[in-house]
């Protein structure tokens, strides 16, 4: 999955079916509750069959992006590679989309592509990459402790979040 999911001008069942091409109703929309988009798109005026536009111009960022991921649930691939899977998604959908992420990752092999360092610190594995090559590996702990550059790119991002949070009224 990456940061554009491309949805087909098509209903929403048909795009999320495109994971499984023989997935019945009842599969399609346990994968949709599953991440997290079945609410809204019963909330559609035409519900499972609404017509996304072309590219999914008739959703949101967020909401293309469950879609995405109920598709990829249906797949049931042992593996899946996340690249930036979260990098345009609105605040308020954030954490909707990283819990269907959880849910469709579970038992499985994940890869993770991310700038956004805070969506990769409950990582087994970070692998730290400068110049085209690995510079250093471990989890979040370890890579604080032992990788000046990736503490760096850790008090950026923790810099950058406090800045934004507190701009922000409370």
């Not at 308020?92 to 579970?106: D, G, M, P």
Request: with cysteine; proline share 1%; aromatic share 4%.
């Amino acid at each position: 999955m990456s940061q554009d999911n491309y949805l087909f001008n098509r209903s929403i069942r048909e795009n999320i079916r495109m994971g499984r091409a023989g997935a019945s109703d009842a599969e399609v929309e346990a994968v949709a509750k599953a991440s997290g988009c079945d609410a809204f798109i019963r909330k559609l005026e035409c519900g499972y069959e609404t017509v996304v536009g072309s590219a999914g111009s008739h959703l949101s960022g967020g909401e293309r992006q469950r879609i995405a991921i109920a598709r990829a649930m249906l797949k049931a691939a042992p593996i899946v590679i996340l690249d930036e899977a979260t990098a345009y998604i609105d605040p308020e959908n954030e954490a909707l989309v990283q819990q269907a992420i959880a849910a469709l990752t579970a038992g499985k092999t994940l890869i993770v592509i991310a700038h956004r360092l805070s969506t990769i610190t409950d990582a087994d594995n970070i692998v730290v990459i400068k110049d085209g090559r690995v510079h250093a590996q471990g989890n979040h702990a370890s890579l604080l402790a032992g990788c000046d550059l990736y503490r760096d790119m850790w008090q950026a991002h923790i810099g950058a979040k406090d800045q934004l949070e507190g701009g922000r009224e409370r």
